[in-house]
């Protein structure tokens, strides 16, 4: 799966970007075993995790490629090669995703979601 994400940020900087993924749509409440999250801090940081009974336990990104570009005006385009192999996903079911803008002053999920909610994400089908 390849994921590109263009932040333009004026004013209050973007200081980190989480996508959270439900390869299965298990539809759980909270992060468990099956769901997965990657997030990009502004300094270039990324890092991935696996939902663990409401918790995020970071684990390895082996497999995933990220690259991110810089312009002079701090603004990133944040490009991510996830093979479904990384997400334990094995076939061409929907899924469902999330993503969530963080700066200073507040956090910002996809328009109705809820971030540990996995019923509440984007359905994406293949």
């Not at 801090?41 to 082996?62: A, L, M, Q, T, V």
């Not at 700066?103 to 994400?121: F, G, H, Q």
């Amino acid at each position: 799966m390849y994921v590109s994400l263009a932040v333009h940020s004026e004013g209050d900087l973007i200081k980190q970007i989480s996508i959270s993924f439900d390869p299965e749509n298990n539809c759980f409440t909270m992060p468990d075993k099956g769901i997965y999250k990657i997030d990009y801090k502004n300094d270039g940081e990324i890092s991935f995790y696996e939902g663990n009974r409401g918790k995020w336990k970071k684990i390895d990104s082996k497999g995933i490629v990220a690259k991110v570009n810089k312009d002079a005006q701090q603004q990133s385009t944040l490009e991510l090669s996830i093979p479904f192999s990384v997400l334990n996903k094995i076939d061409r079911k929907p899924m469902r995703i999330n993503l969530m803008l963080e700066t200073s002053a507040y956090k910002e999920s996809l328009i109705n979601s809820t971030p540990e909610a996995t019923c509440s994400w984007m359905k994406v089908v293949f």
